[in-house]
């Protein structure tokens, strides 16, 4: 089933109408706007495409509707999918920022205040391990063990660690941003992080799969198909000129005239008879 972005668009944004404050509907403008024999106007939305009825304006802004090359057509089509499939890539990578951001900054934390925080994180390993005993998970360590191996592990390391997560988290918001914006750059940088990221996965999976390892394996799987396939990178399905082109074919007023009345079916109402 086809997914309908323009009506998603218009469903967010309102329906993108002109001529609305026009006096005069001329028969030149039937493509945008109709006028029927009681004087109810019908406008064609410049995005999804369907045809709503308006009154007639009582102090009109304008003397004609405006001519084709006054319009600012919407996004529509390919573009407006390409929008929002970016943009929800886009949030996921705005997510994977805070949640490395924060990890990053607890590890960078936990290095340089272990020491002032050893005993008193011992007293509550403690409490805690008497109140709950026995292993963490089966035949696996305690608590108190899997804490004393966290405050064994070397300040270099720990360093080493809350920069490598702060750099991801940058390389991540960089990501984002890009994204969002539709840059192409940020598509590659997208499919090839990405696809690094999926042998380590792939490895945790094989190790020991939970829920939450799937999802994430399964969600960055997608996002790699759709930026090979659908954005046709590294020249694939005739890579980028063939995807400006049909981003080209469905950009402005050309796309307009295409999918003109008769042409396209999803109108919520019946537009009248020219």
Not at 237 to 257: C, K, L, M, S
Request: glycine share 10%; proline share 8%.
């Amino acid at each position: 089933m086809k997914v309908g972005y323009e009506l998603l668009g218009c469903s967010l944004h309102g329906h993108a109408l002109v001529g609305t404050d026009a006096a005069t509907v001329r028969a030149q403008d039937a493509l945008l706007v109709r006028e029927d024999a009681d004087g109810l106007r019908w406008h064609r939305c410049l995005r999804c495409d369907a045809w709503l009825p308006r009154a007639a304006p009582a102090r009109p802004a304008r003397a004609t509707v405006p001519d084709p090359g006054e319009v600012e057509v919407p996004l529509r089509g390919r573009p407006l999918r390409d929008r929002y499939v970016l943009r929800l890539i886009a949030l996921d990578r705005a997510v994977h920022v805070v949640v490395l951001t924060l990890f990053g900054t607890a590890v960078l934390l936990f290095a340089a205040y272990r020491e002032a925080w050893g005993p008193t994180a011992g007293q509550i390993v403690g409490i805690l391990q008497a109140g709950i005993p026995g292993p963490v998970g089966h035949g696996g360590p305690t608590l108190l063990v899997e804490v004393e191996r966290a405050f064994a592990v070397p300040a270099a390391t720990l360093y080493w660690l809350a920069v490598a997560l702060l750099a991801y988290a940058v390389l991540e918001s960089v990501e984002a941003v890009g994204l969002w914006y539709a840059r192409r750059w940020a598509e590659y940088l997208t499919f090839v992080a990405t696809t690094v990221l999926l042998v380590p996965e792939v490895w945790e999976i094989t190790h020991g799969p939970t829920p939450v390892k799937v999802v994430a394996l399964v969600v960055n799987v997608a996002v790699v198909a759709y930026l090979l396939v659908a954005k046709r990178l590294f020249g694939l399905r005739g890579g980028g000129r063939a995807e400006e082109a049909e981003r080209a074919h469905d950009t402005g007023w050309p796309a307009v005239e295409r999918a003109g009345p008769g042409t396209r079916a999803a109108p919520v109402t019946a537009p009248p008879g020219p």
